[in-house]
């Protein structure tokens, strides 16, 4: 039974820092593309950041390079997702995916998904 469980959301000021964490079984990990999507209220999912199989290349949405970092440890099964110098605009539900060795950024291509948890940036 495949399972994503993401962990980390909640409540923070602009400017602060979150760590989300995803945690995989299921399935054979370290041959999966995972990323991480986000879905503000309104608006269409869009792919926050995403790390290859290999772990060696990564994307990162124009809105968040230099503030997110994606990264992934294959012995726990767990893709974390660091944001800093959170915004407002930042504020949305995430979702961990999994895509077996893909390499695109659209939903459509991922197999597996999280239930989400929800990041909220308010004062």
């Known amino acids: 039974q495949v399972q994503l469980v993401e962990s980390g959301g909640g409540l923070v000021q602009p400017g602060g820092s979150l760590r989300l964490s995803c945690a995989a079984s299921?399935?054979?990990?370290?041959?999966?593309?995972l990323a991480w999507f986000r879905q503000a209220a309104g608006k269409e999912r869009e792919c926050a950041a995403r790390?290859?199989?290999?772990?060696?290349?990564?994307y990162y949405a124009d809105s968040v390079k230099g503030r997110f970092t994606i990264s992934r440890d294959n012995a726990k099964n767990t893709v974390y997702l660091q944001m800093n110098s959170l915004k407002p605009e930042d504020t949305a539900v995430y979702y961990c995916a999994a895509a077996y060795l893909r390499v695109g950024v659209t939903p459509i291509e991922y197999n597996y998904w999280g239930q989400g948890t929800q990041v909220t940036v308010s004062s």
């Open positions: 790390i290859m199989w290999s772990g060696t290349a990564t």
């Open positions: 299921g399935f054979t990990f370290s041959r999966y593309t």
